[in-house]
DNA sequence: CCTGAATTGTTAGTACGACTAACGTTGGCT
DNA sequence: AGCCAACGTTAGTCGTACTAACAATTCAGG
């Protein structure tokens, strides 16, 4: 056996149309349709974030810092909707790389001050770079105007969803 | 503080664009949005189904009953793709509901031939309704052909990432 | 200024889905 | 006979979303 080069799992379990073999009833079910390709997109986005050591929540994170500014941890925890408690593991991470500084903030002494880097700021730009191949590469099949109408699509019924109750 | 009644969670963590309080850098990422989106629309059907004591499984396990026939546990696996090890549980709930028969077959004492019982179609049917109303309720705010392109674009887009190698 | 309530960062743990490993039983093959 | 494959089942891993509790610190009110 010698199947698993670059696939982490089947790959193919995530086809939505598998023609005959695929019940008629599934094919009907947008819920499985986005879902389905939500995860292909994020596997997507997961392999290729995690190929230059990285995952979602650092990307999250140093945008949020990066476009608010220093910010302790509950305040970037709210702005970048990470748990305050996942946050620790993340800020441990990208304190690792020396993309962010973790300091005590001397006006509050429960707080940590947290600041991103010269290297951080760097690093957001290389993610940046890496998400932006991923949506390239899912959406190649789509002319122009399709994914701007995609986009669009989605958008509406997000906020539409969002705004239940 | 009673702020619970019927969201599970958050249910605004969900939302893609909060205006200003949202990262310019999330805002451009198609893999954010389809993630989100694809979640409200899983969380409205794992509702949708809980309240009716289903989940994804039971639909996706009797529609491929029904439309291909009587099965082993194991064909039964391939077809729905679900993995063999969670199926024992998903038919050990529609045995108890009275929605599948679950008996030895005579010719290979291995296998267990499971069947659809009367009750199990017209579950089936109450499942594919509840579905159906959460699809629609999806798609409230597209017309009927904005609801035909997004399903061809997600289409597209999930073949050509299934067929990725 | 003192005491109780609230907030901060942290650790630990739950719930759940996707997924793998192993095992006893049975069957087909030669 | 003997061996390997397939069957159903149990158990467990892994990752992510999410909650609970806690020590330290700050704050507000009497």
Known sequence: MQADHEA????????????????????AQLSRLMGLTAAQTQRAAGDALRAVGAHKDHFVVLAALAEFGPASQSALAARAHVYKSDLVAVLNELADGGWIR??????????NVITVTAAGSRRLAELDAVLAGVNDHVMTPLTPGERTQLFALLTRINAHLADQR
Chains 1, 2 share one sequence.
Do not use: H, I, V, Y
């Open 8 to 27: 982490r799992t089947d790959s193919a379990a995530l086809r939505f149309d598998r023609g005959a073999e695929t019940p008629e009833r599934l094919k």
């Open 102 to 111: 973790r300091a005590p903030d001397p006006s509050d002494k429960r707080r």
